[in-house]
T-cell receptor, first 111, second 116 residues
Framework: RKEVEQDPGPFNVPEGATVAFNCTYS??????FFWYRQDCRKEPKLLMS???SGNEDGRFTAQLNRASQYISLLIRDSKLSDSATYLC????????????FGKGTKLSVKP | DTAVSQTPKYLVTQMGNDKSIKCEQN?????MYWYKQDSKKFLKIMFS???????INETVPNRFSPKSPDKAHLNLHINSLELGDSAVYFC???????????????FGQGTRLTVV
């Protein structure tokens, strides 16, 4: 079983749509959680950290369910500029830390 | 100013050659990393380096070796390149080596390596 699994995608949605991405992780000792965004042929960049209580940043809402080992990202009112690959990222902690990346879900927002 | 910079951006080389990719960060971070993103777009950690402590992913062949002349630099040297080494290699850095929440990893632009 892969350490971090995501919806395979791609998601093709019209502008203004609401889209949700899901992610599950296998290691219950995981300590911190993130969503990164990667544009085509670019480097990954942090979109937002994910907190146990859930958190929101503008049109983006992240949720964490530790019992189910499940993370989600909701994007409301999709914009063309949201088109990218969204990477679910988990840190297992430890003395060094180690970010484990999911394979990513590709989002394409169409006019 | 670019926070994490890698050179070269593109590298095409023949099998069997030895090559190096350079990485520099000007963020004052303590920890640097090398990641490999293969053709299936899967990002995997290769190395993390903090205060001269090197953590190696056990799946990385020993043909790959990181070299850190100082805290701001972590170069990647690859010996005897193979076709399967073709990928995009990303350097990254973070302030907190434990990567707790609110800790962001900053990535370089990537080096697209093609072995022919």
């Amino acid at each position: 079983r892969k350490e971090v699994e995501q919806d395979p995608g791609p998601f093709n949605v019209p502008e203004g749509a609401t889209v949700a991405f899901n992610c599950t992780y296998s290691n219950s000792a995981s300590q911190s959680f993130f969503w990164y965004r990667q544009d085509c042929r670019k480097e990954p960049k942090l979109l937002m950290s994910v907190y146990s209580s859930g958190n929101e940043d503008g049109r983006f809402t992240a949720q964490l369910n530790r019992a189910s080992q499940y993370i989600s990202l909701l994007i409301r009112d999709s914009k063309l500029s949201d088109s990218a690959t969204y990477l679910c990222v988990v840190n297992y902690g430890g003395s060094q830390g180690n970010l484990i990346f999911g394979k990513g879900t590709k989002l394409s927002v169409k006019p | 100013d670019t926070a994490v910079s890698q050179t070269p951006k593109y590298l095409v080389t023949q099998m069997g050659n030895d090559k190096s990719i350079k990485c520099e960060q000007n963020l004052g971070h303590d920890t640097m990393y090398w990641y490999k993103q293969d053709s299936k777009k899967f990002l995997k950690i290769m190395f993390s380096y903090n205060n001269k402590e090197l953590i190696i992913n056990e799946t990385v062949p020993n043909r790959f070796s990181p070299k850190s002349p100082d805290k701001a630099h972590l170069n990647l040297h690859i010996n005897s390149l193979e076709l399967g080494d073709s990928a995009v290699y990303f350097c990254a850095s973070s302030q907190d080596k434990r990567m707790l929440r609110n800790t962001e990893a900053f990535f370089g632009q990537g080096t697209r390596l093609t072995v022919v």
